[in-house]
């Protein structure tokens, strides 16, 4: 009976870990397929509001044959200049649009990130700045 017991117990356990947030992916929310050229970002959706400093998740989708990896940019508002939130480009080289990719993001002031109530993300091919997405827009807050 004691084997029983702790079978459950060990059970649900491993249900509890499996359903951590921090272990599961974001982008199983979403359809990513795109049959386009182009990119969509998913995540964020718009309407959310974080701090300076604050880390979360961009999720998008593209399907751009040369796209040589991705720029994901800040931008304060439509008006301002683009702040590349990683040095390298990230994402895969030549995405087919058949799925999500993931990548966090911090909001650095070290880097330029400033408050906006207009600030959104945009994702653009490293090859062609006219391949890209853009957030729906989001408050950052010093």
């Known amino acids: 009976m004691n084997l029983v017991k702790l079978f459950l117990l060990s059970s649900l356990v491993l249900a509890f870990v499996a359903c951590d947030s921090g272990s599961s992916s974001n982008s199983e929310a ?14 964020p959706e718009g309407g959310e509001t974080f701090a300076i400093g604050d880390e979360f998740t961009v999720v998008f989708g593209a399907n751009y044959a040369n796209a040589g990896g991705f720029r994901v940019l800040y931008k304060a508002d439509v008006d301002s200049n683009s702040i590349d939130l990683f040095e390298e480009s990230v994402g895969p080289d030549a995405p087919e ?10 909001l650095s002031a070290d880097m330029g990130v400033v408050a906006s109530e207009n600030a959104f993300i945009r994702v653009q091919a490293y090859n062609s700045a006219a391949i890209r997405g853009d ?4 408050t950052v807050k010093e």
Do not use: A, H, Q, R
């Open 135 to 138: 957030s729906k827009t989001f």
């Open 30 to 43: 979403y359809d990513c397929t795109m049959t386009e050229e182009g990119v969509k970002i998913f995540s």
């Open 97 to 106: 649009g058949s799925e999500c990719y993931e990548v966090k993001v911090t």
